[in-house]
């Protein structure tokens, strides 16, 4: 199961931080994404980190504002949002991918939390 938190209401060039719980498997097995949804866009790409954390992926429209980390101890996955701008809003939802490959897209993630509203005020 993955449980996502941390959405809200914030001024443009302020600062967020989105966790995502995680139970039901084994943390390290996973890769671990970040995803967006627009009202009347398609779920897209924000930034996604490697089952064992040695490698990163962020969307460019995020890149030097975003940053995504994992806790073990904790099994969280984090994703720090800075510099926020009005076309970050949107519905977030964090996911896990069991594959070898470490992928971007989202129709690779398998599992997939309820998502929280990230709304950014200009």
């Known amino acids: 199961q993955l449980q996502a938190s941390g959405g809200g209401l914030v001024q443009a060039g302020g600062s967020l931080r989105l966790s995502c719980a995680t139970s039901?498997?084994?943390?390290?097995?996973?890769?671990m994404g970040w995803f967006r949804q627009a009202p009347g866009k398609e779920r897209e790409l924000v930034a996604v980190?490697?089952?064992?954390?040695?490698?990163?992926s962020y969307a460019d429209s995020v890149k030097g504002r975003f940053t995504i980390s994992r806790d073990y101890a904790k099994n969280l996955v984090i994703l720090q949002m800075d510099s926020l701008k009005p076309e970050d809003t949107g519905v977030y939802y964090c996911?896990?991918?069991?594959?070898?490959?470490?992928?971007?897209?989202?129709?690779?993630?398998?599992?997939w939390g309820q998502g929280t509203l990230v709304t950014v005020s200009s």
């Open positions: 996911a896990a991918d069991s594959g070898v490959v470490f992928l971007r897209s989202p129709s690779n993630y398998e599992y």
């Open positions: 039901g498997g084994t943390f390290s097995n996973y890769h």
């Open positions: 980190i490697s089952r064992h954390g040695r490698s990163t």
